[in-house]
């Protein structure tokens, strides 16, 4: 076994590290171009020196301050923006089979015992990326299906283990791994979806919310197969429609609309461009024994030619997809927004309610809800905010990381 070098022992608790065949793993060593004062788990590639032996991407490494000073052990991708992902902060601790073990137990037991969504619903997130301390990581479950999707290199690099430990919670479930092309080019790895089962896609999975049943599907229109960060969105919103008129704007597979409809809504219609997603949610219509009316269309001209017609609505959800992964481009993602909340607030019935949400997690809440109040002050609407969400609890996030807090729920009373 490996024992550690120690020096210097500061007050911070953390040590100088010696990487010799007696330290807790064999793993390279790291070093930074300059002092590390964060305790975010990312470090960028400009703040890192280049390795005389560079590690294969995600590689498990030892990361030591410019002085030597002990900082963390993660994964190394020399050809990624993030060149290091803090995983443990604990010298003594390896990184293995075991580590990964205990961490999705914890994972699982948060969802399972504390929150105890199985009470719920047979669909959460199980692993939800650095606010379960697992930098890279995303896994969904639905049913007996495990959708694991990866981020980093890193995390694809050990996907072994971490098939082990999931296995080690859902015994007998049936995974569904991938990842988006951009995440490939960003991380260097190439890795096309693979399926546990014995065909080549994964039969969709029937799942339950709060009573309302929906077919997930990772193969087909959205990448994990459902939306499950909204379900306790969808449920409170769903107890305000009963008798009332409901349009749902990019409503996706029909998450919102479905709910609204087996809540007792008179009539709900939901509009998205996406016909394959229209195809799904009249599926999980269907699923629940509901009739909603659909429409294939572009919500701008849509919106306008509603407003032109005076048609009203009592309830207006807009749940519009990510709208940019590039910081450069927030900007023009709020004019976005600003343009379909704008055309949205236009067909509120006085006194109706509107739910607006978005899911770029580059944009902050604070800069979400000054959208909103230009977006009322330009359709000469007044708003009451009644109720400002996000994501689901097995959604969480770290103080330190905000970066794992994307979604942003505004619930509005628009008074006139």
Same mark, same amino acid.
């Given at each position: 076994?490996?024992?550690?070098?120690?020096?210097?022992?500061?007050?911070?608790?953390?040590?100088?590290?010696?990487?010799?065949?007696?330290?807790?793993?064999?793993?390279?060593?790291?070093?930074?171009?300059?002092?590390?004062?964060?305790?975010?788990?990312?470090?960028?590639?400009?703040?890192?020196?280049?390795?005389?032996?560079?590690?294969?991407?995600?590689?498990?490494?030892?990361?030591?301050?410019?002085?030597?000073?002990?900082?963390?052990?993660?994964?190394?991708?020399?050809?990624?923006?993030?060149?290091?992902?803090?995983?443990?902060?604990?010298?003594?601790?390896?990184?293995?089979?075991?580590?990964?073990?205990?961490?999705?137990?914890?994972?699982?037991?948060?969802?399972?015992?504390?929150?105890?969504?199985?009470?719920?619903?047979?669909?959460?997130?199980?692993?939800?990326?650095?606010?379960?301390?697992?930098?890279?990581?995303?896994?969904?479950?639905?049913?007996?299906?495990?959708?694991?999707?990866?981020?980093?290199?890193?995390?694809?690099?050990?996907?072994?283990?971490?098939?082990?430990?999931?296995?080690?919670?859902?015994?007998?479930?049936?995974?569904?791994?991938?990842?988006?092309?951009?995440?490939?080019?960003?991380?260097?790895?190439?890795?096309?979806?693979?399926?546990?089962?014995?065909?080549?896609?994964?039969?969709?999975?029937?799942?339950?919310?709060?009573?309302?049943?929906?077919?997930?599907?990772?193969?087909?229109?959205?990448?994990?197969?459902?939306?499950?960060?909204?379900?306790?969105?969808?449920?409170?919103?769903?107890?305000?429609?009963?008798?009332?008129?409901?349009?749902?704007?990019?409503?996706?597979?029909?998450?919102?609309?479905?709910?609204?409809?087996?809540?007792?809504?008179?009539?709900?219609?939901?509009?998205?461009?996406?016909?394959? !997603? $229209? =195809?799904?949610? %009249?599926?999980?219509?269907?699923? #629940?024994?509901?009739? &909603?009316?659909? /429409?294939?269309?572009?919500?701008?001209?849509?919106?306008?030619?509603?407003?032109?017609?005076?048609?009203?609505?009592?309830?207006?959800?807009?749940?519009?997809?990510?709208?940019?992964?590039?910081?450069?481009? !927030? $900007? =023009?993602?709020? %004019?976005?927004?600003?343009?379909? #909340?704008?055309?949205? &607030?236009?067909? /509120?019935?006085?006194?109706?309610?509107?739910?607006?949400?978005?899911?770029?997690?580059?944009?902050?809440?604070?800069?979400?809800?000054?959208?909103?109040?230009?977006?009322?002050?330009?359709?000469?609407?007044?708003?009451?905010?009644?109720?400002?969400?996000?994501?689901?609890?097995?959604?969480?996030?770290?103080?330190? /990381?905000?970066?794992?807090?994307?979604?942003?729920?505004?619930?509005?009373?628009?008074?006139?």
């Amino acid at each position: 076994m490996f024992t550690l070098q120690r020096a210097n022992v500061k007050r911070t608790g953390r040590m100088a590290f010696m990487n010799t065949p007696t330290s807790p793993a064999a793993v390279p060593t790291v070093r930074l171009k300059n002092a590390w004062r964060s305790s975010h788990p990312w470090i960028f590639q400009k703040l890192v020196e280049k390795p005389a032996q560079k590690p294969k991407p995600g590689s498990i490494v030892d990361v030591v301050n410019v002085d030597g000073e002990w900082i963390g052990r993660g994964f190394y991708n020399g050809h990624s923006r993030i060149a290091l992902r803090i995983l443990e902060t604990h010298p003594e601790v390896p990184v293995d089979a075991g580590w990964f073990s205990r961490k999705i137990a914890q994972a699982v037991e948060l969802r399972r015992d504390v929150l105890k969504l199985d009470q719920v619903s047979n669909a959460w997130r199980v692993v939800h990326a650095e606010g379960d301390g697992l930098s890279g990581l995303v896994v969904d479950r639905y049913d007996d299906l495990l959708v694991v999707e990866f981020f980093s290199a890193g995390m694809y690099r050990h996907r072994e283990w971490i098939y082990d430990a999931l296995r080690e919670q859902f015994p007998g479930a049936r995974f569904y791994s991938f990842a988006e092309e951009h995440v490939q080019k960003q991380e260097s790895f190439d890795y096309r979806p693979v399926y546990s089962g014995s065909s080549d896609t994964p039969e969709p999975a029937i799942i339950s919310e709060y009573g309302v049943r929906f077919r997930a599907d990772p193969a087909g229109a959205h990448k994990t197969g459902f939306f499950a960060d909204q379900r306790e969105n969808r449920e409170w919103l769903s107890r305000q429609v009963a008798g009332k008129r409901v349009l749902d704007l990019c409503c996706n597979t029909g998450g919102f609309g479905v709910y609204a409809k087996v809540r007792g809504a008179e009539e709900v219609v939901g509009v998205d461009i996406d016909e394959d !997603v $229209i =195809s799904i949610a %009249k599926g999980n219509a269907k699923l #629940n024994d509901v009739r &909603l009316k659909f /429409v294939q269309a572009d919500i701008f001209p849509w919106l306008r030619d509603a407003a032109n017609a005076r048609e009203q609505f009592d309830v207006v959800i807009l749940d519009p997809a990510k709208m940019t992964r590039d910081r450069d481009q !927030v $900007i =023009s993602a709020l %004019k976005k927004y600003l343009d379909m #909340n704008k055309l949205a &607030l236009g067909v /509120v019935k006085p006194g109706g309610l509107f739910a607006t949400f978005s899911c770029t997690g580059l944009v902050a809440e604070d800069q979400f809800l000054d959208m909103l109040r230009r977006a009322a002050y330009f359709s000469g609407r007044t708003i009451q905010i009644l109720k400002v969400a996000g994501a689901g609890a097995d959604h969480p996030f770290m103080a330190h /990381v905000q970066e794992s807090r994307y979604l942003k729920a505004v619930f509005c009373r628009v008074l006139d």
